[in-house]
């Protein structure tokens, strides 16, 4: 079965901290994705990654990061969290190629800055 | 970029009742990926339409991409609780393997 697996559900983070939020993938895919989520602006892409050590700039990429050091894993860096980057964050992964490219989605994290 | 469009924002029907959810792009599409999301949770993929006309059935939700590759709509028939939740349209740009999303179709079913 496939598998994106996000480490947290919930986390609460006080302002300023460094978040890590993590992604693992199973289906040896080479595209991976971060959005989040906000009522009434539906998904939004932050950072993709197209390879190991690849990255590119989404929609909304002010205030994060992403590191892929290893194809499976691609994590997203909130470097001083402020209180409107509470969102609920998914992650995601896909193949690269000329064939069926659907996403393949985790279980998301809802993160609240206090 | 590319911009995907959804109507309506949001839905309630009487359960038995079929209803339209409709996905409009800015661009001609590569690929159009339906996905449903049960409130505070992932994404689950339930079809994808590639050819222009091409039209796909699961159990009792259709979805079709018109022959300009521009437009999407998914019909559910006879609706059930089970169907509601928030329905997304995505999409991908062939070159730069992006994925794209319409803001979402927020759907209650009332028993």
């Known amino acids: 079965d496939v598998k994106v697996t996000q480490s947290s559900r919930y986390l609460v983070k006080r302002t300023g901290e460094k978040v890590f939020l993590e992604c693992v993938q199973d289906m040896d895919h080479e595209n991976m994705f971060w959005y989040r989520q906000d009522p009434g602006l539906g998904l939004r892409l932050i950072y993709f990654?197209?390879?190991?050590?690849?990255?590119e700039k989404g929609d909304i990429p002010e205030g994060y990061s992403v590191s892929r050091e290893k194809k499976e894993r691609f994590s997203l860096i909130l470097e001083s969290a402020s209180t409107n980057q509470t969102s609920m964050y998914l992650c995601a992964s896909s193949l690269s190629g000329d064939y069926s490219r659907e996403a393949f989605f985790g279980q998301g994290t809802r993160l609240t800055v206090v | 970029s590319q911009e995907l469009e959804q109507s309506p924002q949001s839905l309630i029907v009487q359960e038995g009742k079929n209803l339209t959810i409709n996905c409009t792009s800015s661009?001609?599409?590569?690929?159009l990926y339906w996905y449903k999301q049960k409130y505070g949770e992932g994404l689950i993929f339930l079809m994808m339409?590639?050819?222009?006309?091409e039209e796909k059935s699961h159990e009792k939700i259709t979805a079709k991409l018109d022959e300009k590759k521009q437009q999407s709509s998914l019909h559910i028939t006879a609706s059930q609780p089970s169907h509601a939740g928030i329905y997304l349209c995505g999409a991908d740009e062939y070159n730069f393997n992006k994925f794209y999303f319409g803001s979402g179709t927020k759907l209650n079913v009332k028993p």
């Open positions: 339409l590639q050819k222009g006309g």
């Open positions: 661009k001609t599409l590569y690929g």
């Open positions: 990654s197209y390879d190991v050590k690849m990255k």
